[in-house]
């Protein structure tokens, strides 16, 4: 082993923490190493008890347990880098040092710490920790002691849990060292040659915090590299000294040291909280590719999960308080009336979609492979894995720019807000009559309202739409996902949303949902209202139905006796047929009353697909007067090329989707059962259980197969692994008019589908390259070059739907304006 041929400069700095100092001295004594070393240990102008105590821990170890090194006593306090290079200087003076470790006074380090680290033979290296703010900090099951009683020494701690879980870690980990950008400084071990090239700390970061981030820059700049040991652990209370600091204080030196790094590198200092999804992944995706599963594996993957779960949730619901108290100091700077009951006139804040559902399929699918017994997963799992690992780590990036972005727009309108003065009195008259107005049902709430929808009707421009307005808690809803599509083709055109209901709710007639968006909440059992929306109607001129579901109601009614209206019906689908499916025969004949209403006599009859728009024209013939848009509705943000090799003569299978009765499951999974060993599987849906207790036993068992769950931003980059995606859908006129987005996102990424009919919407027009499923499961499978020029033959589709949905959009909005 090179350790015993090494000699390391161990640098310790101590500043009013003599008691966990005198911890980490005995832990150097006590704890078996081969590594010859010295300490230089530096006190940086403790208070004269604190100085007194170091002093005697250092000289006794010196004493009687022949610890090598000297004892520095400053006058002044140097700060973390000042202090730190007392002790680099010392030890370069002696010739025989080969390495330098800077190492925390409030550490306690574990058996052959220093040995490993020696051994890996690295330019600058660092062990794991309890306490660390980049991806050397880790989960931890034990718990050592408690801190307030450190006075009491090495016996009021549980010592034999910390050795059990160092020794537990190396044998999980062995041999995991990885790249990094950025070490910890609480423990870090440099070869003399680093040290002598790039220099020591830089002092002008006083007295401590972004000394590290800077000396890490230099070392990279120098062409050295650092990495991690992810085998090696050592404990970290955290923060021992410059916790003795006033939090004050310390908080205005951390933003003056950033300010220092970021004008002295001329880069913007960058958030590691992102880092903490970096240790997972890399210690999950290791133990997942290790031939031998340890305890500790599934074990520390519950402590990842458990604390990203309360990172996250405990980001969100910051991001959310402050998105509030922005909005309220907002709307205390209103001063009418108006605007106090009915809202603020601009949009709400955009918010994220929450990161715990991505969490918790990360989480169950590393479960699931570390309670396979056996091999390692294959190296194409781990590259996927790996994917969404790093998509979370950047999404968790994001949530931490947009919370610290709010954070100081809030402290910045907290500032700027006027000094409390007395009121005048026409703002205690608003103020009054705003208490008032919280009540709906109030006269005042009931006066303003009228008021607004008074302003509407004077507009005179609007449209108005029958459908329930498209709120966040809906978005993921396919019908509203449309719903929203539309309504953002009018972003400056003032909307009215007809939300119609069969019976009375304790919510106000008219209230603001946008910028430029109103809905009312109508109840067919008020006459009254269903002349507002006449009248609305006969103003704007203008009113769009979202499916024939929309229509038969009195209020929709009432709309549509406006002389000279433009009105639309936005077919959805075919509405009056699924009815009949379901036995509903009264429905059906409704409907189908309604759709030939429109097809008569509507300006405008939107469809999905053109397919869609030749079924309407076959069923009514020469009653369709109205004119056709075809305007399929998707949200197309990536795509990948088609060139992607076999997995050892195996393509990659995919299906994205649920575990509805139209899916088709139980084909799915015979297909997969047949033709098992022909291809990898991935189902990817939300219902995961469900979707494996479907497939047969010896399917569940077999390591080809795969069930897991993942959000859009994830599958995103699985299709860019995979070669075949399911779309099973029965031969039925419901399917030969629809559009189906999953079938555009597999074109859009190169993925040939499989079906049992080609019939749906107009792919099969366009002439979509397929496999059929039956020839699938008897492993008739296109070769991987054949697979690639079908998948680039059906690329070509996806931008004729990319060109159609830009011209039926195009289309629309000149028949509305």
Same mark, same amino acid.
Request: glycine share 6%; charged share 25%.
């Given at each position: 082993?090179?350790?015993?041929? /090494?000699?390391?400069?161990?640098?310790?700095?101590?500043?009013?923490?003599?008691?966990?100092?005198?911890?980490?001295?005995?832990?150097?004594?006590?704890?078996?190493?081969?590594?010859?070393?010295?300490?230089?240990?530096?006190?940086?102008?403790?208070?004269?008890?604190?100085?007194?105590?170091?002093?005697?821990?250092?000289?006794?170890?010196?004493?009687?347990?022949?610890?090598?090194?000297?004892?520095?006593?400053?006058?002044?306090?140097?700060?973390?880098?000042?202090?730190?290079?007392?002790?680099?200087?010392?030890?370069?003076?002696?010739?025989?040092?080969?390495?330098?470790?800077?190492?925390?006074?409030?550490?306690?380090?574990?058996? +052959?710490?220093?040995?490993?680290?020696?051994?890996?033979?690295?330019?600058?290296?660092?062990?794991?920790?309890?306490?660390?703010?980049?991806?050397?900090?880790?989960?931890?099951?034990? +718990?050592?002691?408690?801190?307030?009683?450190?006075?009491?020494?090495?016996?009021?701690?549980?010592?034999?849990?910390?050795?059990?879980?160092?020794?537990?870690?190396?044998?999980?980990?062995?041999?995991?060292?990885?790249?990094?950008?950025?070490?910890?400084?609480?423990?870090?071990?440099?070869?003399?040659?680093?040290?002598?090239?790039?220099?020591?700390?830089?002092?002008?970061?006083?007295?401590?915090?972004?000394?590290?981030?800077?000396?890490?820059?230099?070392?990279?700049?120098?062409?050295?590299?650092?990495?991690?040991?992810?085998?090696?652990?050592?404990?970290?209370?955290?923060?021992?000294?410059?916790?003795?600091?006033?939090?004050?204080?310390?908080?205005?030196?951390?933003?003056?040291?950033?300010?220092?790094?970021?004008?002295?590198?001329?880069?913007?200092?960058?958030?590691?909280?992102?880092?903490?999804?970096?240790?997972?992944?890399?210690?999950?995706?290791?133990?997942?590719?290790?031939?031998?599963?340890?305890?500790?594996?599934?074990?520390?993957?519950?402590?990842?999960?458990?604390?990203?779960?309360?990172?996250?949730?405990?980001?969100?619901?910051?991001?959310?308080?402050?998105?509030?108290?922005?909005?309220?100091?907002?709307?205390?700077?209103?001063?009418?009336?108006?605007?106090?009951?009915?809202?603020? +006139?601009?949009?709400?804040?955009?918010?994220?979609?929450?990161?715990?559902?991505?969490?918790?399929?990360?989480?169950?699918?590393?479960?699931?492979? !570390?309670?396979?017994?056996?091999?390692?997963?294959?190296?194409?799992?781990?590259?996927?894995?790996?994917?969404?690992?790093?998509?979370?780590?950047?999404?968790?990036?994001?949530?931490? /720019?947009?919370?610290?972005?709010?954070?100081?727009?809030?402290?910045?309108?907290?500032?700027?807000?006027?000094?409390?003065?007395?009121?005048?009195?026409?703002?205690?008259?608003?103020?009054?009559?705003?208490?008032?107005?919280?009540?709906?049902?109030?006269?005042?709430?009931?006066?303003?309202?009228?008021?607004?929808?008074?302003?509407?009707?004077?507009?005179?421009?609007?449209?108005?739409?029958?459908?329930?307005?498209?709120?966040?808690?809906?978005?993921?809803?396919?019908?509203?996902?449309?719903?929203?599509?539309?309504?953002?083709?009018?972003?400056?055109?003032?909307?009215?949303?007809?939300?119609?209901?069969?019976?009375?709710?304790?919510?106000?007639?008219?209230?603001?949902?946008?910028?430029?968006?109103?809905?009312?909440?109508?109840?067919?059992?008020?006459?009254?209202?269903?002349?507002?929306?006449?009248?609305?109607?006969?103003?704007?001129?203008?009113?769009?139905?979202?499916?024939?579901?929309?229509?038969?109601?009195?209020?929709?009614?009432?709309?549509?006796?406006?002389?000279?209206?433009?009105?639309?019906?936005?077919?959805?689908?075919?509405?009056?047929?699924?009815?009949?499916?379901?036995?509903?025969?009264?429905?059906?004949?409704?409907?189908?009353?309604?759709?030939?209403?429109?097809?008569?006599?509507?300006?405008?009859?939107?469809?999905?697909?053109?397919?869609?728009?030749?079924?309407?024209?076959?069923?009514?013939?020469?009653?369709?007067?109205?004119?056709?848009?075809?305007?399929?509705?998707?949200?197309?943000?990536?795509?990948?090329?088609?060139?992607?090799?076999?997995?050892?003569?195996?393509?990659?299978?995919?299906?994205?989707?649920?575990?509805?009765?139209?899916?088709?499951?139980?084909?799915?999974?015979?297909?997969?059962?047949?033709?098992?060993?022909?291809?990898?599987?991935?189902?990817?849906?939300?219902?995961?259980?469900?979707?494996?207790?479907?497939?047969?036993?010896?399917?569940?068992?077999?390591?080809?197969? +795969?069930?897991?769950?993942?959000?859009?931003?994830? !599958?995103?980059?699985?299709?860019?692994?995979?070669?075949?995606?399911?779309?099973?859908?029965?031969?039925?006129?419901?399917?030969?008019?629809?559009?189906?987005?999953?079938?555009?996102?597999?074109?859009?990424?190169?993925?040939?589908?499989?079906?049992?009919?080609?019939?749906?919407?107009?792919?099969?027009?366009?002439?979509?390259?397929?496999?059929?499923?039956?020839?699938?499961?008897?492993?008739?499978?296109?070769?991987?070059?054949?697979?690639?020029?079908?998948?680039?033959?059906?690329?070509?589709?996806?931008?004729?739907?990319?060109?159609?949905?830009?011209?039926?959009?195009?289309?629309?909005?000149?028949?509305?304006?």
């Amino acid at each position: 082993m090179n350790s015993k041929k /090494a000699r390391v400069g161990i640098v310790i700095v101590t500043f009013n923490s003599a008691e966990v100092f005198a911890l980490a001295i005995e832990s150097l004594i006590k704890t078996r190493s081969d590594t010859e070393f010295v300490v230089a240990a530096i006190d940086n102008a403790s208070r004269p008890a604190e100085r007194a105590a170091v002093q005697a821990t250092f000289e006794n170890a010196v004493a009687q347990h022949g610890l090598q090194g000297k004892f520095f006593q400053q006058d002044k306090n140097l700060g973390f880098s000042g202090g730190n290079n007392v002790g680099i200087e010392y030890c370069l003076s002696d010739p025989a040092i080969t390495h330098i470790c800077l190492l925390n006074s409030d550490v306690i380090v574990t058996d +052959h710490w220093l040995d490993y680290l020696v051994a890996a033979d690295k330019d600058a290296i660092g062990p794991l920790t309890n306490a660390s703010n980049n991806e050397q900090g880790i989960p931890i099951p034990y +718990h050592l002691g408690d801190r307030n009683r450190l006075g009491e020494g090495s016996a009021a701690l549980d010592m034999p849990v910390l050795t059990e879980f160092a020794i537990r870690r190396r044998e999980g980990w062995l041999g995991l060292t990885v790249d990094s950008d950025f070490l910890s400084y609480y423990c870090v071990l440099f070869s003399r040659e680093l040290i002598e090239h790039v220099g020591t700390l830089d002092e002008r970061f006083f007295p401590g915090a972004y000394e590290d981030d800077d000396h890490c820059v230099r070392i990279l700049e120098a062409g050295f590299k650092m990495h991690v040991a992810r085998d090696v652990y050592i404990h970290h209370w955290g923060s021992a000294s410059f916790g003795k600091l006033d939090v004050v204080e310390a908080q205005g030196f951390a933003a003056q040291n950033r300010a220092r790094f970021e004008e002295k590198h001329g880069r913007a200092w960058q958030d590691r909280t992102r880092l903490s999804v970096t240790a997972w992944m890399q210690d999950s995706l290791f133990a997942i590719a290790s031939p031998k599963r340890f305890p500790i594996h599934l074990e520390t993957h519950h402590l990842y999960a458990r604390q990203m779960r309360t990172l996250v949730a405990g980001l969100e619901d910051y991001s959310k308080h402050l998105s509030g108290e922005i909005a309220r100091i907002q709307a205390e700077g209103l001063t009418d009336l108006r605007s106090l009951v009915m809202g603020r +006139h601009v949009d709400e804040r955009a918010s994220a979609a929450s990161l715990l559902p991505v969490i918790n399929s990360i989480d169950a699918d590393i479960e699931q492979y !570390l309670s396979t017994d056996g091999e390692g997963v294959a190296p194409e799992i781990v590259q996927r894995m790996t994917v969404r690992f790093e998509s979370l780590a950047h999404e968790l990036s994001a949530l931490v /720019a947009r919370t610290s972005g709010m954070a100081r727009e809030l402290t910045a309108m907290q500032a700027a807000k006027p000094q409390d003065k007395p009121l005048g009195l026409m703002q205690r008259v608003i103020n009054r009559l705003a208490r008032a107005a919280q009540f709906p049902t109030s006269k005042v709430s009931r006066l303003v309202r009228g008021y607004e929808l008074l302003q509407l009707m004077l507009h005179g421009e609007g449209i108005l739409f029958f459908a329930p307005y498209p709120t966040k808690e809906r978005e993921r809803d396919g019908y509203f996902q449309r719903v929203k599509a539309i309504d953002s083709l009018f972003p400056t055109t003032h909307r009215v949303y007809c939300d119609v209901r069969g019976h009375p709710e304790a919510k106000p007639f008219i209230e603001r949902a946008a910028h430029n968006a109103w809905v009312l909440n109508i109840s067919l059992q008020s006459v009254n209202q269903c002349r507002v929306v006449a009248l609305l109607a006969r103003r704007f001129k203008r009113v769009y139905f979202h499916s024939v579901l929309r229509m038969p109601n009195a209020a929709a009614e009432a709309a549509l006796r406006v002389p000279g209206l433009k009105w639309v019906l936005d077919v959805h689908g075919v509405v009056p047929e699924e009815f009949r499916m379901h036995n509903d025969f009264f429905s059906a004949r409704i409907h189908d009353d309604c759709e030939r209403t429109a097809v008569e006599k509507a300006s405008r009859v939107i469809v999905v697909s053109q397919a869609m728009g030749n079924y309407l024209a076959h069923k009514y013939r020469e009653l369709l007067r109205a004119k056709v848009i075809v305007l399929p509705i998707f949200a197309l943000e990536e795509g990948s090329e088609a060139v992607r090799p076999y997995k050892d003569g195996r393509p990659t299978v995919i299906y994205a989707g649920g575990t509805q009765k139209w899916q088709n499951v139980p084909a799915m999974m015979n297909v997969v059962a047949r033709a098992l060993e022909h291809a990898d599987w991935w189902m990817y849906t939300p219902d995961v259980d469900v979707m494996r207790n479907a497939a047969a036993p010896e399917v569940q068992s077999h390591p080809n197969f +795969h069930v897991a769950s993942a959000t859009r931003a994830e !599958l995103n980059e699985v299709y860019q692994h995979c070669h075949f995606g399911f779309i099973l859908r029965d031969d039925m006129v419901v399917n030969h008019v629809s559009c189906p987005t999953k079938l555009i996102e597999y074109l859009a990424f190169g993925i040939v589908p499989i079906v049992d009919t080609p019939n749906i919407g107009d792919f099969n027009t366009y002439g979509m390259r397929f496999v059929n499923v039956e020839d699938f499961a008897k492993g008739l499978i296109p070769d991987a070059a054949t697979r690639m020029e079908m998948a680039a033959h059906n690329r070509a589709i996806c931008e004729r739907l990319v060109e159609q949905k830009a011209t039926g959009e195009k289309e629309l909005i000149e028949a509305l304006t």
